[in-house]
């Protein structure tokens, strides 16, 4: 694959970089934009970063993402940068930083919890930072997930 | 001041908050034996139990009519709406409507949180599933403090602290008074480690041992819990276990002249009944201060609306 088509630049939109090599679709899962939007999204995986040995990249064409819509890949892909494109040019640019609050994205793990049964209820974990990363606790049975968060995504 | 709408989690609750509480139960407690209140004259207090808990219903039924309010009762979720699909959301939502303080008990973790947030009246967690069970945990401060001391206490946790969530609520509670907990368990029902971490964090000294004579000569409590069957597959295995920790009358010989022992009850066979006539025995008077701190949680849920 050539250069130039993997980071063939786009006019607006959001890139989002420095996510971790293979999180990519989680990324976008996570985002909920795929079959949500007319945007053009593509991503690219594995590409060769100084920084992180392989990274992957998101890019969103014609769509500004806000912090508060991007900040819970933080969870899953803690080093991404966000990049606002504007005619081709880079206008903001900021690091994610996980919420404190998450909604509707993990499924607790716990099977005999009320998150998981037919109730009307919406997942909600808070996210506690410490030194391994992010460690989720559901508001309900107060179940916490600490690793593997992506297995747990929706 | 007491502005919780819902009792729900001893998480939710800070040491001053949990102070008030116990305050109140002091105050209510002549209630609890019999003088006439009217405190709560005119309030009803709705039941739900879909799950069977005989005692924590009465323990409620109780403390709301010594206070001079009325309790309506689900009888059986087999007979109400439940069974008809209704979800436990809707039901809340009705309940809140008729009662002006709703009890919960059910199966599912987290049901009371729910119940929570759809609930137009207080809700006070008697229990979800293998969850919390705030209560339990107040009235066990309750004991401690009346017949034992909440600050530099000295406590022994005894039993299956893997899956006892009322050990686990009740040493995160503790952590708030910094107290000093040695933790007594077989090798396979020890206290997880996220747990002994998190207490660690918040300042408690925890110990550890599988030996029950490790702790009896300098503890203030011995807080006795059950040993269930289910968590042995081999019933040899059980019989071998539930033997080491049971309490008997002459292994306290040892113990401090003004150590107690608490258990939540029901027990089975944990505590011999020559225990019953020891000194230390708190069991009972400690399920009979379920009254005055239920009455203390329902009068404050009320106040606080
Ligand atoms: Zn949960």
Redesign the interface.
């Known amino acids: 694959m050539k250069k130039e088509l993997r980071v063939r630049p786009i006019k607006n939109g959001t890139v989002i970089d420095h996510i971790a090599a293979g999180q990519a679709l989680n990324v976008l899962k996570i985002l909920g934009i795929v079959g949500r939007t007319d945007a053009v999204v593509s991503a690219v995986t594995n590409v060769p970063s100084k920084a992180m040995g392989k990274k992957d990249i998101v890019k969103v064409e014609d769509r500004e993402l806000a912090p508060h819509e991007v900040d819970k890949i933080a969870l899953i892909a803690p080093s991404a940068t966000i990049n606002i494109i504007r005619e081709y040019k880079v206008k903001e640019k900021h690091k994610v930083a996980p919420p404190n609050m998450i909604e509707g994205v993990v499924k607790c793990a716990?099977p005999?919890?009320?998150?998981n049964?037919?109730?009307?209820?919406t997942s909600k974990f808070t996210v506690d930072k410490h030194e391994k990363g992010v460690q989720l606790r559901?508001?309900?049975?107060?179940?916490?997930i600490?690793e593997n968060i992506v297995e747990h995504l929706f | 001041m007491f502005t919780k709408k819902h009792i729900i989690s001893m998480r939710d609750f800070s040491k001053a908050e949990i102070d008030v509480i116990l305050k109140k139960a002091e105050e209510l407690e002549p209630f609890a034996k019999g003088k006439k209140s009217n405190l709560l004259a005119g309030k009803i207090l709705a039941l739900l139990f879909y799950e069977p808990s005989t005692r924590t219903r009465l323990s409620f039924e109780t403390a709301m009519k010594r206070l001079g309010g009325e309790t309506i009762n689900m009888i059986s979720p087999e007979a109400s709406s439940a069974s008809k699909g209704e979800t436990l959301a809707d039901t809340i939502r009705v309940v809140s409507e008729y009662a002006d303080v709703v009890v919960l008990r059910h199966s599912k973790e987290g049901s009371a949180r729910m119940a929570a947030d759809v609930s137009s009246a207080p809700i006070i967690n008697a229990g979800d599933g293998a969850g919390h069970h705030p209560t339990q945990t107040l009235l066990d401060l309750y004991t401690i403090k009346r017949e034992s001391h909440l600050e530099n206490l000295s406590i022994a946790l005894i039993g299956d602290l893997k899956y006892g969530r009322t050990v686990h609520s009740l040493a995160y509670a503790l952590s708030l008074y910094g107290a000093k907990i040695s933790l007594v368990s077989p090798e396979q029902l020890k206290m997880p480690d996220e747990i002994k971490s998190d207490l660690r964090k918040r300042g408690v000294d925890v110990s550890e041992t599988t030996k029950l004579e490790d702790v009896i000569s300098h503890v203030d409590v011995l807080y006795v819990t059950r040993i269930q069957k289910e968590r042995f597959p081999d019933p040899s295995e059980y019989q071998k276990v539930a033997g080491t920790y049971r309490i008997s009358a002459p292994l306290l010989k040892d113990a401090k002249d003004d150590m107690i022992i608490m258990h939540p009850l029901p027990r089975v066979d944990e505590i011999d009944a020559d225990v019953d006539a020891t000194k230390h025995a708190r069991y009972f008077q400690q399920a009979f201060y379920g009254i005055p701190v239920r009455m203390a949680v329902l009068s404050l849920v009320l106040e606080a609306r």
């Open positions: 716990n005999n919890c009320i998150s049964t037919k109730e009307p209820v559901c508001v309900y049975c107060e179940r916490i600490s």
